[in-house]
Every structure is written in structure tokens, then in C-alpha cells.
């Protein structure tokens, strides 16, 4: 699994690995007929789960999506201090959770449009798949944690992992067989699992749809040198059309791109001196598959591409097929379908979710998701955070839900914060006088839902720009007091609130009895973060002992293995191991693998994905 908002987070200093019962139990509650966002489905008390968004016919409640967003933050920050991510993070992490939900469910409606059908069996399958690659993601953490010592073989890192959960991964695996079988034969269980993984199941059937040729997969096997027009705005379209009608008529290339271009994305060259390069890897999948085929000279139509349109004009093409393309024929010409596939999936996945059929029914959590997804995005002061702080003022405004729970109150506090918060970092000047008040008030009020210093810090900053002296004090202590994250994103909070206290004390802001207590309670925090530190340098310092006593195993095994084959003998069966085999026999049973894991070879990706995504995309030169 990975969730790139709090990558930050899980790889930030302060992480440490927990290997539990919980860890187990977290597989087995996935599929144990409970529900595949947490929670029971067997009546509850407190108020009714009360609908957010209706996709295409399935409702999404806001149980269903606080329970997977708790489920999902669990599984990410696995560590021994909590962390207290701002809301910024939040928001982020919550449309990474919407999207967690929404993506299938328009799946299951790609499925329909193309007449592929779920069956039980791709369920099943689907549930042990995401449960195998779980326990092999835990079994990885063993080792990197050191909890497993060399080079060991299947059998004992199965052992380390019973003893680490207390089941086995056969018991593991067995469990959630028995209970997916169980979940499809009730109409709302199979449900959830359909929602679960159908952005796995239906880009892997539409697959199957795919025909290619073999001619069509020989021309992705190039190397095409070309130029472009890349055009953005709402006029884009109709500019595009311009472009190619000139183009084709006879126009300068290179004038074209002067005159229209909006590539940015090379500094160092003019833009009608840029050449792109384009390789199999570009023109295997849309957008650029479209190319394949097309002669030197050729100026394509205009072409949808992340960010805007472009035109291209291909200047050369060198083949490229490689040596053993026959012998690897039917391979390939399998991965070009499953490339094809899944471009065409993600096409009309998001077709599908600007459509109508997407109903939200919560104006509050549409505020977060739209300013997640802004947060989410590669550049978040790109975004209009004017609109979004609209849309959010609307939604707070607004009525709320019948028996509305505190999700939705929670919703619309992290919507409007995050983004008076963006929209003010770019204001001008004047634009800040503006919106300060209403900063301070919303930063107040998110306090309740997401704690930690950030919020408070931001008070104190915003009063201190605006020169507001009521309040900057008792925001700074609450900041410092409240901070307890011990990641670099809490030491960033820590040396801030540090610099804006002293600054504040010498312009007259805050007292020296509020710059006192600021004073303390950054004092107990760094006290926290270097008992945090140093437990870290333990653990590397175990992490390195372990990687050493690995080589010096390996070392003497590869003396021994010379050693006899000078001799012409075979190996000793005594005296050094082979590295990771165990000179106990593992039971009556060995693995059914029947050997050990080779020296250095991975025993799971480092992704737990099993969302079957091709990862091959145009490098920025789409």
C-alpha cells in the first residue's frame, strides 16, 4: 500500500516497526464478514450512517469512510510515538481515502459499460492476493527490522512471522478463503468486496478484451525523435485546431511552437529547439500510442495529454525491436494488452467521475475531497484557493445532513482551514487583512478535530503578520505544548514556534512570562525527540550488526564452497550454513518451496500494490 501524503510520515525520522498480533488480526478483519472498512455490520448504536456521495447507484456513507480512513492511517503510521499530522495532511489523506472508494465504485460501472462480470471466484482471489502480499510486506519487515537474522529460508521466516502474530501464514491465508466465501454469499458483504477490488478485478478483464496485432505492437518498438505544441486553458481545444489546420497546410513547425507553444517544462532551450525523444515505453500506452505507425514529417491530430493538448510533428524513427522479439512474442504482445488496458481504464475512469452520475449528497466532505485532491496535487499553490475557500464558506453555511454526526462538522472545519490557509499564504497584502480573522476563527475551531501544534501555530503566525497582539501568546504555548509529533514535520513545528517566540518577545507581542512557558514546553519536547533519536540510532546500529553478521555468514560459506570445489569435493554439511539455511530441520513438513531463499533476493516488492497498474507512462513527455 502506498499512501504518498504520508509518505513523509511513515519514512520520517521517529518511525519504528510494529510487528503484532493487531498486525494479524488487521488481514483477518478485512475478510472476516465485518465489513471491509472496519466496522460491523450488525446494527450499531448512535446515529444512522448517513450518505456522503451516490456513484453511479452506490452509496458511500460517512462510516464507510471514516472506518477506511482510520483502517488506512493505522496501517501507514506504524510507530511508536503518534504522530499528529497537520491538516493539511488530513485533507490530503482524506481524498486519498474518497478516491479509495470512488475508484472502485466507478469500476464496478466500467465493468457494466463493457460487459465484463465479477464473478465469486475473482473475489476470492482477490482477497487472498491482497492478503498473500500483506503478509509477505510483514515478513519483509521482519528482516529489515532485524527480527530475523541473515539470509534465512522460507521456512524460518514463516516461523518468525507465527511467532511475531501467533498465526501462521497458511492459517492466515485459510481464514480469509473461508471467510470471502462466506462474504459473497451475503448480498451487502459481496458488495463491499466489489468495492474492495474492482479496480483490481476489471482492468485485468478488460485486458482480455484487448486484441492488438502483432503489427501494431512491432511499431511501439522505436526510437522517435519529435517536436510539439503543447497548448492549456479553455481555449486549448479550439487553439489546437488552429494549430493542426497550419501545421498540416504547410506551416513552419518550429514558427507554430513560437507563436503557440506553452511548454515550460524545458528552461534551458528555446522551445522550438526542443526534440523529445520518445521509446517504446511512450508509445506502447495512450496518450502516445497514437503515434506508433505514423511516418517521419507525419503532424498528429491534436492529443489529450496530462495537463493540456498537444500537436506533434515526428521528425525520425529508428526501429528498435529487440533481438528475441519472436521468441517473446506472445509475452509481449500480453503486457502491450494489459498497457493498453489500464490506460484505457484510467480514460474512463476519470470520464466517469466528472459525469453526473456522481451524486454528492454532503456539501461539507465535497469541500474536502476538492481541497484533498488540490493538496494532493504536485504543485498545491497552483490550485485556486480563492474558489476553493468559496466552496468551502458555502458548505459551512449551508444546512446540515438530517441526525448529522460530527464527521460532517469535522469535514467542513478541515475544508475551510486548509484552504483560507493556502489562499492566504499567496494573498497580497491587503488580500491578508482580509482574511485573517476568518483564518484565526476556522484554525480555532479545526483545533477540536486534528490536534497537534500546527493549528495554533498558524494563529500566531497570521496575529504576528497582521500585528494582532491579543492571542499570540497563548497560541505560541499551545503550539509548543501541543506539539507532540516527532517526525521532522513536528522538529519543523518546534523550531518555528522557537524563532516566532523570540521574535515576538523583542517586538513587545508577548510577554516574557508567555516566552517563558514557550520556553519550557519546547524544552520537554526536545527532551521527547532526542529519547526518539536515540532509540533510532539503537535500532540502525542492530540494523548494521545484523546486515554484518549476514556478510560474515556468507563469507565463510563461499570460503567453504571454494574451498571444496578446489578439492573436488562436495560442500561440508557441517560448520558454516548456508546462508539463511538452518542447521535444525524446520519439523516434519518442510516448505513446499523445498529450499531456501537465494543470498539477496527479495522476498516481496517493496509496493504492497496490488492494484495491477502498469507503471510504464510517458516520463513527462507526454
Known amino acids: 500500500m502506498s499512501i504518498r501524503t504520508f509518505n513523509k510520515f ?27 472498512f472496519g466496522g460491523s455490520q450488525s446494527k450499531q448504536s448512535g446515529p444512522a450512517p448517513q450518505p456522503i456521495v451516490d456513484v453511479y447507484g452506490t452509496t458511500i456513507t460517512d462510516k464507510m469512510l471514516q472506518d477506511k480512513f482510520n483502517a488506512l492511517l493505522s496501517a501507514t503510521i506504524q510507530r511508536g510515538s503518534s504522530p499528529t499530522p497537520p491538516p493539511s495532511s488530513y485533507a490530503a489523506f482524506y481524498y486519498e481515502t474518497f478516491t479509495g472508494i470512488i475508484t472502485p465504485a466507478l469500476a464496478l460501472q466500467e465493468a457494466k459499460a463493457h460487459n465484463l462480470k465479477i464473478t465469486d471466484q475473482d473475489l476470492i482471489d482477490a482477497a487472498n492476493t491482497a492478503t498473500q502480499d500483506q503478509i509477505m510486506q510483514a515478513e519483509l519487515q521482519l528482516l529489515q527490522s532485524g527480527q530475523i537474522k541473515g539470509s534465512p529460508s522460507q521456512a524460518a521466516i514463516a516461523a518468525a512471522f507465527t511467532k511475531a502474530t501467533g498465526l501462521s501464514p497458511d492459517q492466515i491465508i485459510a481464514k480469509t478463503t473461508q471467510n470471502a466465501k462466506k462474504a459473497v454469499a451475503d448480498p451487502s458483504q459481496r458488495t463491499q468486496l466489489e468495492l474492495s477490488f474492482a479496480d483490481t478485478i476489471v482492468p485485468s478483464k478488460l485486458a482480455a478484451q484487448m486484441t492488438p496485432t502483432v503489427a501494431q505492437l512491432k511499431a511501439t518498438y522505436v526510437n522517435m525523435t519529435a517536436q510539439r505544441v503543447f497548448l492549456t486553458g479553455p481555449d486549448a481545444a479550439q487553439t489546437a485546431a488552429t494549430v493542426e489546420q ?10 507554430l511552437i513560437t507563436q503557440y507553444s506553452k511548454d515550460t517544462s524545458n528552461t534551458k532551450q528555446k522551445p522550438s529547439a526542443v526534440i523529445l525523444s520518445l521509446g517504446q515505453s ?36 529508428t526501429p528498435a525491436l529487440p533481438k528475441d522479439f519472436a521468441k517473446n512474442q506472445a509475452t509481449l504482445l500480453a503486457t502491450y494488452s494489459k498497457n493498453l488496458a489500464q490506460a484505457q481504464y484510467n480514460a474512463d475512469i476519470a470520464k466517469l467521475q466528472s459525469s453526473s452520475q456522481v451524486d454528492w449528497k454532503s456539501t461539507r466532505w465535497k469541500a474536502l475531497y476538492d481541497v484533498g485532491a488540490a493538496v494532493a496535487s504536485q504543485n498545491p499553490t497552483k490550485p485556486n484557493w480563492t474558489s476553493l475557500v468559496k466552496e ?15 464527521g460532517e462538522n469535522k469535514a467542513g472545519a478541515i475544508a475551510l482551514y486548509v484552504s483560507l490557509h493556502y489562499a492566504y499564504l499567496g494573498a497580497t497584502a491587503d488580500a491578508k487583512k482580509s482574511l485573517a480573522t476568518e483564518l484565526v476563527q476556522a484554525a480555532s475551531a479545526v483545533k477540536s478535530y486534528v490536534p497537534g501544534g500546527d493549528p495554533d501555530l498558524v494563529i500566531a503566525q497570521t496575529l504576528t503578520d497582521q500585528g494582532m497582539k491579543s492571542g499570540i501568546g497563548q497560541a505560541l504555548i499551545s503550539s509548543a505544548n501541543n506539539n507532540q509529533d516527532l517526525t521532522q514535520e513536528g522538529q519543523s513545528i518546534y523550531e518555528t514556534t522557537q524563532s516566532l ?17 514557550v520556553q519550557s514546553a519546547l524544552k520537554t519536547y526536545r527532551q521527547s525527540r532526542a529519547d526518539e533519536l536515540k532509540q533510532q540510532e539503537e535500532a540502525q546500529q542492530e540494523k548494521a550488526a545484523a546486515a554484518a553478521e549476514t556478510a560474515k555468514e556468507k563469507a565463510q560459506y563461499d570460503a567453504a564452497q571454494k574451498n ?37 533476493t527479495p522476498l516481496a516488492p517493496q509496493s504492497g500494490s496490488t492494484s495491477g497498474k502498469s507503471q510504464s507512462k510517458p516520463a513527462g513527455k507526454g
Open 282 to 317: 511512450d508509445l506502447s500506452i495512450p496518450p502516445l500510442n497514437v503515434l506508433a505507425g505514423l511516418k517521419p514529417g507525419a503532424i498528429s491530430d491534436p492529443i489529450d495529454v496530462p495537463g493540456g493538448v498537444a500537436i506533434y510533428k515526428v521528425l525520425t524513427i
Open 501 to 517: 517566540a523570540q521574535q515576538d518577545l523583542k517586538k513587545g507581542l508577548i510577554t516574557q512570562d508567555d516566552f517563558n512557558q
Open 10 to 36: 511513515v519514512n520520517g525520522s521517529g518511525c519504528v516497526i510494529v510487528i503484532s498480533v493487531g498486525l494479524a488480526l488487521l488481514f483477518l478483519l478485512q475478510f472476516a464478514g465485518k465489513g471491509l
Open 564 to 600: 571444496a570445489g578446489a578439492k573436488g569435493q562436495t560442500a561440508p554439511t557441517t560448520g558454516p550454513a548456508a546462508p539463511g539455511a538452518s542447521n535444525s530441520a524446520p519439523g516434519p513438513n518442510p516448505p513446499a518451496s523445498g529450499g531456501q531463499v537465494p543470498f539477496g
Open 246 to 255: 497550419k501545421a498540416k497546410s504547410g506551416t513552419a513547425f518550429g514558427d
Open 392 to 406: 468551502a464558506q458555502d458548505a459551512q453555511n449551508g444546512p446540515l445532513a438530517k441526525n448529522h454526526i460530527i
